[in-house]
């Protein structure tokens, strides 16, 4: 019982030395962080090519002979939403679309990358977005890929018509790189930083630099200390036996 409360004592012990030695150094992680965020910023302002995103959107519903909606059908497409999105981001669509708009430097994984399909929750509607470093390019990609989808989904799964609910938008603004966000995450990471290499230094050094180092490492008390001659010292000394 007793060995287990000085276990305790000596655990929280070092851990309110690890926490001091942190704070007697702020500065030196304050400004750690100070740096890597400004570099991160001007990495994401001036460096990483701006990104801009256009979405088109697409209805997709199936009829039955009477040409009316039932529940049953509208039940049906919401499942096969997802079938949906499968067959936009397929191997034939994107190559086809690459193939259309003359895209050559641009490869069918590339494209791949650059797509992004999604179905809103109880909804029939499909957004087709991408991202491109050119706005009008991501356009001319997010229209081209509507149009091809529609046909691919008509021919395979039987259906009469795929209405277009928005065409793709000319996007004013980039969507990223998040320049708040980098600078934030360069920040504390860049503290993190600090801390791991303030720790490492701490725990790797094992030096005795005071009479409380003697007796927690080597269970010994001190009788004295001697004080560290130093020049001024010494000079001090001199000018008192002249004297």
Wanted: proline residues 2%; negative net charge.
């Amino acid at each position: 019982m007793e060995n287990h409360r000085e276990n305790n004592n000596e655990i929280e012990f070092d851990l309110l030395e690890i926490i001091h030695i942190l704070f007697s150094r702020f500065w030196i992680i304050l400004g750690a962080g100070f740096v890597t965020a400004l570099i991160c910023f001007a990495v994401s302002s001036y460096v990483l090519a701006p990104v801009f995103e256009s979405t088109t959107k697409i209805y997709i519903l199936n009829k039955t002979e009477d040409t009316t909606v039932t529940y049953t059908d509208v039940q049906m497409g919401t499942q096969l939403t997802k079938d949906y999105a499968e067959l936009i981001s397929s191997r034939y669509v994107l190559e086809k679309v690459v193939e259309e708009l003359s895209l050559e430097d641009m490869e069918y994984e590339d494209l791949m990358k650059k797509v992004s399909v999604n179905t809103p929750v109880d909804t029939r509607v499909v957004s087709i977005t991408v991202e491109h470093t050119n706005p009008e390019q991501a356009m001319r990609i997010a229209n081209c890929i509507r149009e091809v989808a529609g046909e691919h989904i008509q021919n395979v799964m039987d259906i009469e018509a795929v209405n277009v609910v928005e065409t793709a938008n000319m996007p004013a603004e980039k969507s990223g790189p998040s320049v708040l966000k980098w600078t934030l995450a360069g920040g504390i990471a860049g503290a993190f930083l600090a801390c791991a290499v303030i720790l490492i230094i701490f725990l790797l050094d094992d030096t005795i630099k005071s009479s409380e180092d003697v007796e927690k490492y080597l269970g010994i008390s001190t009788l004295a200390m001697i004080p560290a001659i130093t020049e001024d010292n010494t000079a001090k000394k001199r000018k008192i036996k002249r004297k």
